[in-house]
């Protein structure tokens, strides 16, 4: 049975702490027409019983054929304790589904099911109303008109195709495309999560209750949020929360514009709020905000590889002199400098360049040095070591590190591998960023390969500079604001 958090209860915070003892789920109303597709992805990867629960079906392919006594007509009739249910019925069957559940003493629902106060109409915000007032605080909702749970060290997912690692990056979300896109994302840019939640409607479980828990998780070391709306009246609670909390939050607070509102209100009826209140919260409680979807999965990368740096001042390594005064251009109108090196510093690196034709100076062309590995680590210990540098970003283009022309024959630089990716973890000797820009445009077989590896060694990789530039200054930010409250 569930139990709101006593020690926070004039926040009305609702308690989860039960997730890591789920040990049975229940798919209710899962339709032959898509071949029971949510009763099977919650099946592959789950440890313990699962359960089907429909009117009529006796048999399905590959689950049960009906000797298995793992079908039932209502979650009432199933033998066993039910921890979690994932509920896809008509929006007409909810009341009587959430009856039994109740009465089975489920611990969580979560509510596939659209068409309640989604549908802006008097009649299904009744019908949601109903179905709220039915838990008696003795069951707990993600939903409705949401997908639920990701918890992958459970095996709870609600797609089979979700990676099966666990991580400690806590996600939340009112959207469930957006969850998919966010896990997949961040799959490919080599990050996992501890838990994700899709909480739509989220008249029951919401964005206050599932940051409180995701702030005091053990499991979760970073929390992610996507935020249509708030609820009327969670306003001062959502603040105590922030205030509470430790961990880095990176927030994307959608419905800006005139017509976002409108589409929040659609999607999930969602007050989305006066944006300026919004910013003024996340300045007050340093919340670090972004504006897409893939900054929350870039910036989770960033401070995952590095934790919480401050990076105002950057070297710049590059394989061509004309991309190092891009990135300068780039760098210095999102506030990064690109500062000398100081003088003792520049000497050394002067008297270890040979190459004709490269700079010395910062940004640093070492185009004709690439060869020389020791040369190169030397170097850049020696940038690192600079106290007028906070980081380094440094372009490697796949052309240098290929593993083959195009005819698939190996050349000379396939060896670069290991070395190379043992040059760039020095930011962790360090304590100063890395951070590698690697198109992959030519030899795209060779940037994943090398981005696999330099993800082994927690150093980040991107694609363009864009997708990171911008986030500079907003995690350090964080990271002072974090210090002085320290000192304070």
Not at 237 to 243: D, G, M, Q
Not at 288 to 315: H, P, Q, S, W
Not at 390 to 416: A, W
Request: proline share 4%; charged share 25%; hydrophobic share 40%.
């Amino acid at each position: 049975m569930t139990k709101q958090d006593t020690s926070n209860s004039k926040l009305n915070i609702k308690d989860i702490s039960f997730l890591n003892t789920i040990r049975s789920i229940a798919v209710i109303g899962s339709s032959k027409r898509s071949d029971y597709s949510f009763l099977r992805r919650h099946a592959e990867l789950f440890k313990g019983p699962v359960y089907a629960v429909h009117p009529t079906a006796t048999e399905i392919r590959g689950f049960d054929d009906g000797t298995q006594n793992k079908i039932y007509r209502s979650v009432e009739l199933i033998p066993e304790d039910i921890d979690y249910v994932f509920i896809s019925t008509p929006a007409s069957q909810i009341l009587e589904v959430i009856d039994g559940c109740v009465k089975k003493g489920v611990k969580l629902a979560s509510i596939f099911t659209a068409g309640l106060a989604d549908l802006g109409t008097e009649e299904g915000e009744q019908l949601e109303k109903e179905m709220i007032s039915k838990l008696n605080n003795s069951m707990r909702i993600l939903g409705p008109n949401c997908l639920g749970l990701f918890y992958p060290k459970m095996g709870i997912s609600w797609r089979g195709n979700f990676p099966p690692e666990s991580g400690n990056i806590g996600f939340i979300a009112q959207s469930g495309g957006i969850c998919d896109l966010v896990v997949f994302k961040g799959a490919e840019m080599g990050i996992h999560f501890s838990k994700v939640f899709s909480f739509g409607n989220g008249n029951d479980l919401d964005i206050v209750d599932l940051l409180y828990f995701l702030s005091n998780d053990p499991e979760t070391d970073i929390i992610l949020c996507y935020l249509e709306g708030i609820n009327d009246g969670r306003g001062a609670a959502l603040r105590e929360v922030l205030a509470q909390n430790k961990k880095p939050i990176v927030f994307l607070k959608v419905g800006k514009s005139k017509s976002a509102v409108i589409a929040a209100k659609t999607h999930t009826a969602a007050i989305a709020g006066e944006y300026h209140l919004w910013e003024a919260i996340f300045n007050q409680y340093n919340v670090i905000e972004v504006k897409t979807v893939e900054e929350l999965v870039y910036a989770a990368k960033l401070i995952d590889c590095y934790g919480a740096f401050n990076f105002k001042n950057a070297a710049i390594l590059v394989l061509s002199g004309g991309y190092g005064v891009v990135l300068t251009d780039l760098l210095e109108e999102e506030g990064v400098n690109v500062p000398p090196f100081s003088p003792e510093i520049q000497v050394q690196i002067d008297q270890k360049f040979k190459a004709v034709g490269t700079g010395t100076k910062n940004p640093l062309d070492v185009s004709g040095h690439l060869r020389n590995l020791k040369l190169m680590q030397e170097l850049i210990e020696l940038v690192l070591s600079d106290k007028f540098i906070d980081g380094i970003i440094t372009v490697l283009p796949t052309f240098y590190l290929n593993y083959g022309s195009k005819d698939g024959r190996r050349n000379q630089f396939s060896s670069f591998e290991n070395p190379v990716a043992k040059i760039m973890t020095l930011g962790h000797k360090f304590n100063k960023p890395i951070i590698v820009i690697m198109q992959g445009t030519i030899y795209p077989k060779t940037r994943e390969i090398f981005a696999k590896k330099l993800d082994e060694v927690h150093v980040p990789v991107f694609r363009d500079p864009s997708e990171f530039l911008s986030l500079l200054p907003k995690i350090s930010k964080y990271s002072e604001r974090v210090k002085k409250k320290k000192i304070n």
